[in-house]
């Protein structure tokens, strides 16, 4: 049987992206007719993935791994300050364990929906419809519908917020590196403190890549866009060694580091660190195109494992190389040598590369239903338009929002929190109560859901407050430079 329109479209991006494309969980068959040749420009148009049989469990592996490896990363160490340098790690530990789990669950859940209703592939949103349909509660299952909607909604905000994150980083990173343009020097081991140039502020710096910004997302053909996630790949993964080459080196004494931080401080590190965690979208798409999905489930264990040891590796290596002075993202604290200001600029093309994929998942749920109240004929100047409008709403975000480390934060704690953490556990409770579940499962799911609610309430407040204390600031603390 073949899949829905929107489940293809988001098994593509799933093996493009660096960061988490989640799956659309809408599948209405509007969006699998005449409009779908505007958001593909082609409908018949073929993918790699489509184009095989099944992916092998290493590429499986590969995908998971990748797909977590985006600007999220570069804030664990700032967040490892937030927590403690033993109470972040084991934190950062916990956290992927948890995450992981809530990952097979909602692969769990989805097989068993596939299974009851005869389907090859359920995506998140449809596997929570489902989910509240099968609840004991005549209430939620009147409105299950209810359910994809707002996984919909919290998809929405997580990609559009991605993208917002992306253009802060992008505009702190350039800042730097023009301002110590003309202090940089050959030699990466001379220690000296740097006097930047000033120039314009960095929300001129985020205004002056929106025309940039603007004409990758013209791109509507998600097949013109490998060549993106290629260059993001490559560009992403050359500075991500070079940065661990750098911080390995020349640790000082951890003992003048606190082992727990402030209460105050740790919503934060949650919201940052949940940022980096949710790539539970793109489990679905990956188990489906797997050729033997059995071996999926110890395939997401290991890669989760993978990727937890990755992130508290760069973020304790980053908070002891740097203590106090650990910027909002590590890029922003490497030496002004041009070796390391390539780096900045590697990983600026890569994130630049890559605001496209994401962009194109909010893209691909709000568009075809604006597309469908209008004539074909002005199908393609309105899918343009709001292209326009939905990159210039990212860009003005950022800018009322310039501090990377909040805007990450923010974003993990508002919509990553509900996706990664507080849906599964509950879908489970929905989807197996009337078959019977064991009282300790109960306990576990409601604990971990609501571990998550505290989070997203306490990590936005706390995100709100710093942003509210820092309002009217002309220079931010990831807008500096100090060299080692």
């Known amino acids: 049987m073949p899949v829905t329109k929107n489940a293809r479209v988001l098994q593509k991006a799933s093996a493009f992206t660096l960061d988490h494309i989640p799956s659309s969980p809408q599948n209405t068959k509007k969006m699998q007719g005449k409009d779908s040749k505007f958001l593909n420009g082609n409908s018949s148009e073929p993918s790699g993935l489509e184009n095989t049989k099944g992916i092998t469990g290493f590429q499986t592996l590969v995908h998971l791994v990748k797909g977590n490896m ?99 980083f992008l505009a702190d990173n350039f800042k730097q590196v023009v301002e110590a343009v003309n202090g940089t020097t050959n030699n990466c081991h001379h220690n000296e403190t740097v006097v930047l140039t000033p120039t314009m502020d960095s929300r001129l710096y985020m205004l002056s890549f ?17 060549i993106f996630s290629l260059l993001a790949n490559v560009s992403m993964l050359a500075s991500l060694v070079m940065i661990t080459q750098y911080i390995a080196q020349g640790i000082p004494d951890p003992r003048r580091l606190p082992l727990a931080a402030s209460w105050q401080t740790y919503p934060l590190f949650f919201g940052t660190a949940i940022f980096s965690f949710e790539s539970i979208g793109v489990v679905l798409p990956l188990e489906n195109k797997m050729a033997d999905a059995r071996r999926f489930p110890a395939i997401l264990s290991g890669g989760l494992s993978i990727v937890t040891a990755l992130y508290i590796g760069i973020g304790a290596l980053g908070y002891l190389r740097f203590g106090e002075d650990i910027k909002a993202s590590i890029t922003l604290n490497l030496p002004n040598c041009w070796l390391y200001q390539s780096v900045k600029l590697l990983y600026i093309v890569g994130i630049l590369c890559t605001y496209p994929l994401q962009f194109y998942v909010p893209a691909e749920i709000l568009i075809p239903s604006a597309l469908s ?112």
């Open 70 to 168: 985006g600007t999220g990363i570069l804030g664990l160490p700032l967040a490892v300050k937030n927590a403690g340098i033993l109470v972040g790690p084991l934190s950062l530990l916990v956290m992927g364990f948890v995450a992981c789990h809530c990952m097979h669950i909602l692969v769990s859940c989805a097989r068993h929906f596939c299974h009851r209703f005869n389907k090859p592939f359920m995506d998140y949103g449809d596997t929570v419809m489902h989910g509240l349909e099968a609840s004991p509660s005549a209430w939620l299952q009147s409105h299950a519908h209810w359910g994809r909607h707002l996984v919909s909604f919290f998809l929405i905000v997580t990609q559009l917020g991605f993208c917002c994150v992306y253009i802060v």
């Open 373 to 484: 109240r209008v004539p074909q004929g002005w199908a393609l100047p309105v899918d343009l338009l709001i292209r326009l409008a939905m990159v210039c709403l990212t860009c003005v975000l950022a800018v009322l929002i310039p501090r990377l480390d909040l805007v990450i934060s923010l974003v993990g704690s508002v919509s990553s929190s509900a996706l990664a953490l507080i849906i599964p556990p509950l879908l489970e409770i929905t989807t197996y109560c009337a078959e019977g579940m064991s009282p300790v499962v109960i306990a576990k799911d409601v604990l971990i859901s609501v571990l998550g609610f505290v989070g997203f309430v306490v990590g936005t407040y706390q995100a709100l407050d710093a942003l509210l204390e820092s309002r009217g600031s002309l220079s931010f603390s990831n807008a500096t430079i100090f060299t080692q």
């Open 210 to 226: 929106l025309p940039f910004l603007v004409l990758l997302v013209f791109i509507r053909n998600l097949r013109a866009l490998t």
